[in-house]
C-alpha cells in the first residue's frame, strides 16, 4: 500500500458516476412543480407577518427550555414533515431565508435553530435520512448550497447529542457513505468542507466504504483495502491543492497512519500550523517530538510550548520548556503586567529568579525588592547585582525636566488651590492612570488618579477619594480645567482615556465637554513606540513603563508611582515647547515639513440636544405652572 508521501497525482476514480443510494431525484414539471411550492411559499410569507422569524424563533430559543423541542412550531408545513418531501423542505427553507431581515449571522442561528426543530417533527423515514436526502438534492439550488448545507448539518449534530433512533442511524450512515462515494466520485457537487461534516456527523468509517462499493458492483464481498485505496486516492488529492486541514481530517476518521515526516514539514512550510498540530497529534507522541524540534528550529518557541504543555512533553523538553516560559514572561514584563507573569512561574525559582533579572533590566527596584522579600531571594539578589548594574537603559528622569513638586490633591483645600494654579497656566499636559484588570470578563477598575502638570510643577489628584468626599467640587473644578478656552491641554491618546474617565465617573459633568485639547499622538505623522519613543526621538531618552500595570489604587502610592505618574504628564509639555522651539519658518532643520499645532487642537461636547417632543414637554409644563 503506498503512503500518502508517495503516492501520484493519477489516481483514478470510477469512471462512471456512482448511483445515489437514496434513489434518483424525480423530474418533475417545472411548471407544476413552481405553481405548488409558490402555493405552498404564501402559506409561510402570510404566516411569517408581524414579527420576523428569526425575531420569534430567537424569543423562543430564549424562553424555552432546550431540551423541551417537540410540538408545533407554526401553523405551516413545517410542523409536520410526515409527508413533505425534502425538495419542499429546501424550497421553504430558502423562502424563509430569502424574506428574513436579520443580518446573515443571526439569520444563521435562527433557521439553524428552525430546522433543529423541525427535525423533531417527524420527517421520514427518519431525521438522519431526511438530511442525507436533503444533501443530494441541495446542489439544485446554487448560491444556497454551501451554506444551507452546513447549517442542516449543525443542526443535525445538534440533534443526535439528544435524541437518537438506532435504525434511522445505521440506514442513515450507509446513505451518507454513499453520498460521500458520489461527492469525491464526481457525480454530485459538494464543497470539500462539506465532506468532513458528513464523515465526521454520521461517522463514517472505511467498513461503510467498502459495504456500499460492494453493493454497487453486486458483490457480497469486496477486498477492503480498495476502500482504503480510494479514500487514500482522496485525500490525496487534497494534499495536492493544498487542503492540508481537510486531508488531515479524514485522516484521522478513517485511522489512516502514513510514514514520513515530509507530510507534516510541508504543512508548516506553508504556514497550516493548526493541521500539522492536529496531525501530529493523531500520529502520537514521535510526531509531536518531531514537530516540537521542527518548531524550536524554526524559533517559533510560542507554537513548541503550546504543543509541549498541551500533550505533556515538559520531560522531553526541559530546556525548550523553561526557554518558552522566560520568553513568556519577557513579554509580560515588557508590557509591564508584572502580576501575571509573578502568576505564571507557578512559584518555579528559577523562573522568579528570571522575572527578578527582567526587572532589574528595567529598573523596576521595587519590584525587585518586592519579589525577593517574597520568594527569599536575597542569595540570588546579592550575585546579580554586579551583573546587572550594566542593564538599565537611558531612560528620562524627572529632575532633568526641572520639575520642582508633586503635590498629591485629596482633599478639598487642596484641590481648590490646585485648580486656581492650573487655571493660571497657558500649557499643561494631562494623564490618568487606573489599576490593571487581569481576569477576563470582568468589569475594568475606575480610573485612579489624574496627573496634570505644568511646566515645572505636577498636580496629582486622587479621584477615587475626591469623588466620594467632595463630588460637587471635584465636577466643578475639573469642569473650570478642562472647558478654559485659555489653557492649552496636551494629551498622548487622551480622547481614550477621557472616555475611560466619563466611564468611571458617569455621576460627574466634568468629562463630557473639553476644550482646547492637544493629542500630541495625532500631530506626529510617524508615532512609534508610543509616548517613550517620542520622547527618545525629541529628548533623546524614553520612558521607562515597567510601572505602568502598578496597583494604581493602594494608598499611598510609592515614590516611584508617584515620579511615573508625574512624568507621563511633565514630558508633555517639555516635547511641545521643545518641538515648537526648534521649528523652522518652513522646514525642520531634516527637511521635514514644519508642524502645525493648531490644526490638531479639537474641542468636544457630548450634551444631548433635547427634541422637539422634549423642548414642547417642556413649554407645556411651563404653562401649566404659570396658569
Not at 501530529?280 to 514521535?286: D, I, P, S, V
Not at 483645600?413 to 497657558?426: H, S, V, Y
Request: glycine fraction near 6%; charge should be neutral.
Amino acid at each position: 500500500m503506498p503512503s500518502i508521501n508517495s503516492m501520484n497525482s493519477n489516481a483514478n476514480f470510477p469512471s462512471k458516476p456512482i448511483a445515489p443510494g437514496c434513489g434518483a431525484i424525480c423530474i418533475w414539471s417545472s411548471v407544476l412543480l413552481a405553481t405548488y411550492l409558490n402555493v405552498v411559499c404564501l402559506l409561510i410569507i402570510t404566516d411569517l407577518s408581524g414579527m420576523g422569524l428569526e425575531e420569534r424563533l430567537m424569543e423562543q430559543y430564549n424562553e424555552k427550555d432546550e431540551t423541551d423541542q417537540t410540538g408545533t412550531i407554526c401553523v405551516h408545513a413545517f410542523s409536520d414533515l410526515s409527508y413533505i418531501p425534502p425538495v419542499v423542505f429546501l424550497y421553504l427553507l430558502k423562502e424563509c431565508y430569502i424574506h428574513g431581515t436579520c443580518k446573515a449571522t443571526k439569520k444563521f442561528r435562527a433557521l439553524q435553530q428552525l430546522v433543529y426543530q423541525v427535525l423533531h417533527n417527524n420527517p421520514q423515514p427518519g431525521p438522519a435520512t431526511f438530511v442525507i436526502r436533503c444533501l443530494y438534492i441541495l446542489p439544485i439550488f446554487g448560491l444556497y448550497r454551501e451554506g444551507f448545507t452546513h447549517l442542516i448539518v449543525s443542526a443535525l449534530r445538534r440533534y443526535l447529542k439528544l435524541a437518537t433512533n438506532p435504525t434511522d442511524s445505521l440506514e442513515a450512515k450507509d446513505l451518507a457513505a454513499h453520498l460521500f462515494l458520489d461527492i469525491i466520485g464526481g457525480s454530485l457537487n459538494h464543497d470539500e468542507g462539506v465532506v468532513v461534516k458528513i464523515v465526521e456527523a454520521f461517522d463514517i468509517q472505511l467498513t461503510n466504504i467498502e459495504k456500499v462499493m460492494c453493493q454497487l458492483k453486486g458483490k457480497n464481498a469486496c477486498d477492503s483495502e480498495e476502500a482504503k485505496s480510494f479514500v487514500e486516492q482522496y485525500i490525496f488529492q487534497l494534499i495536492e491543492a493544498q487542503s492540508y486541514m481537510t486531508a488531515v481530517s479524514l485522516l484521522e476518521q478513517f485511522s489512516i497512519r502514513q510514514s514520513g515526516q515530509s507530510f507534516l514539514f510541508n504543512m508548516i512550510q506553508n504556514k497550516q500550523f493548526k493541521a500539522a498540530d492536529k496531525w501530529a497529534t493523531f500520529m502520537g507522541k514521535q510526531m509531536l517530538c518531531v514537530l516540537v524540534h521542527e518548531y524550536v528550529n524554526r524559533n517559533m518557541l510560542k507554537y513548541a510550548y503550546d504543543i509541549i504543555k498541551e500533550n505533556n512533553l515538559q520531560q522531553e523538553f526541559p530546556d525548550v520548556y523553561h526557554k518558552c516560559k522566560e520568553s513568556s514572561l519577557k513579554k509580560l514584563a515588557e508590557k509591564g503586567c508584572w502580576e501575571v507573569a509573578e502568576a505564571k512561574t507557578n512559584s518555579d525559582r528559577e523562573l522568579l529568579e528570571y522575572l527578578v533579572y527582567l526587572a532589574m533590566e528595567a529598573g523596576y527596584s521595587e519590584k525587585v525588592d518586592e519579589l525577593c522579600d517574597r520568594y527569599s531571594l536575597q542569595g540570588f539578589l546579592d550575585a546579580k547585582l554586579p551583573e546587572a548594574s550594566h542593564l538599565h537603559s537611558r531612560y528620562l528622569h524627572l529632575n532633568e525636566l526641572v520639575v520642582e513638586d508633586i503635590i498629591w490633591v485629596d482633599e478639598v483645600d487642596g484641590l481648590q488651590n490646585a485648580t486656581g494654579q492650573i487655571e493660571g497656566c497657558k500649557v499643561v499636559g494631562l494623564d490618568c492612570e487606573w489599576k490593571p484588570n487581569y481576569e477576563k470578563g470582568n468589569k475594568q477598575n475606575k480610573v485612579s488618579i489624574m496627573q496634570i502638570a505644568s511646566e515645572n510643577m505636577v498636580f496629582i489628584f486622587d479621584l477615587i477619594k475626591l469623588s466620594e468626599d467632595v463630588p460637587g467640587v471635584l465636577d466643578k473644578c475639573l469642569t473650570r480645567i478642562l472647558q478654559s478656552p485659555r489653557v492649552l491641554k496636551l494629551g498622548y491618546n487622551f480622547q481614550c482615556d477621557i472616555k475611560q474617565l466619563a466611564h468611571s465617573y458617569g455621576e460627574l459633568e466634568c468629562f463630557r465637554q473639553y476644550e482646547m485639547l492637544l493629542d500630541i499622538q495625532n500631530v506626529f505623522k510617524e508615532p512609534s513606540g508610543g509616548l517613550s519613543g517620542l520622547a527618545e526621538k525629541v529628548l533623546g531618552a524614553g520612558l521607562n513603563k515597567t510601572r505602568r500595570n502598578s496597583n494604581w489604587e493602594q494608598r499611598p502610592l510609592t515614590q516611584n508611582q508617584l515620579e511615573y505618574a508625574a512624568l507621563d504628564a511633565a514630558v508633555l509639555v517639555h516635547i511641545f515647547y521643545h518641538v515648537r522651539s526648534h521649528s523652522q519658518p518652513a522646514t525642520d532643520g531634516e527637511g521635514h515639513d514644519k508642524i502645525e499645532w493648531k490644526s490638531h487642537i479639537v474641542s468636544h461636547s457630548d450634551k444631548k440636544k433635547k427634541s422637539k417632543k422634549d423642548r414642547r414637554s417642556k413649554k407645556r409644563s411651563k404653562e401649566a405652572r404659570t396658569n
